[in-house]
């Protein structure tokens, strides 16, 4: 069966310190997957999705970048932190593009 | 204006009570998602349908095409069904309603 792992659970970081999560799935070749994140009070807001190795699209500008260096790995980054980066990050996967999603743990990120 | 809405944002319900979440929509969609948020954080996706009805257990999911609304409907709601519940669609992009809290009471 499929799983999908996301780390850290939770994280705290002074602001202009840099950020990597990590998602990883299991079970599937050829995810389509998702970064996604939740501010305090919002609703979900997708930042990137890749449809393959090195394929990532972006859905909004922002501090943030993603990468997908092996198949199954989804990367979200920054190099430098705002307190507006703080929220719910939750990664997710789908077999095809706009079929059901799979998602992750999350991460809670706290920048301080 | 949200190219997702829902109604009510928030919701208290009796252990018991037939519940009821709305869900409009103003873009064209290929499929509606009905998502439910544990208070931890975790989401779990529900349903996916794009027209008709769907069943799982004490949950049914509907949606119009034509009026562009889905209702999710929780029969003899109990309190784990205490969650967020989230409508989404997917069309051109991905758009998010922002979600009916829901709180059951024993």
């Known amino acids: 069966s499929q799983t999908i792992h996301q780390w850290p659970a939770t994280l705290v970081q002074p602001v202009g310190s840099p950020l990597s999560l990590e998602c990883t799935v299991e079970?599937?070749?050829?995810?389509?997957l998702y970064w996604y994140r939740q501010a305090a009070g919002r609703g979900l807001q997708l930042l990137f999705y890749s449809i393959g190795i090195d394929q990532i699209s972006s859905e909004v500008p922002q501090n943030l970048s993603a990468s997908r260096p092996q198949d199954r790995q989804f990367i979200l980054s920054s190099k430098k932190l705002l307190l507006s980066d703080s929220g719910f990050y939750l990664c997710?996967?789908?077999?095809?593009?706009?079929?059901?999603?799979?998602f992750g743990p999350g991460t809670r990120l706290t920048v301080l | 204006k949200n190219e997702v809405e829902q109604s009510p944002q928030n919701l208290t319900a009796q252990e018991g009570e037939f519940i009821t979440i709305n869900c409009s929509y103003s873009v064209g969609i290929s499929a509606l998602h009905w998502l439910q948020q544990h208070p931890g954080g975790g989401i779990v996706s529900l349903f996916m349908l794009s027209s008709g009805k769907k069943k799982h257990g004490r949950l049914i999911a509907t949606i119009n095409i034509q009026e562009k609304h889905s209702s999710l409907h929780i029969t003899a709601s109990h309190p784990r069904d205490s969650a967020v519940y989230i409508c989404a669609v997917t069309g051109n992009q991905f758009y998010f309603g922002t979600g009916t809290s829901l709180t059951v009471i024993p």
């Open positions: 997710a996967w789908s077999l095809i593009s706009r079929d059901t999603q799979y």
């Open positions: 079970g599937t070749s050829n995810p389509n």
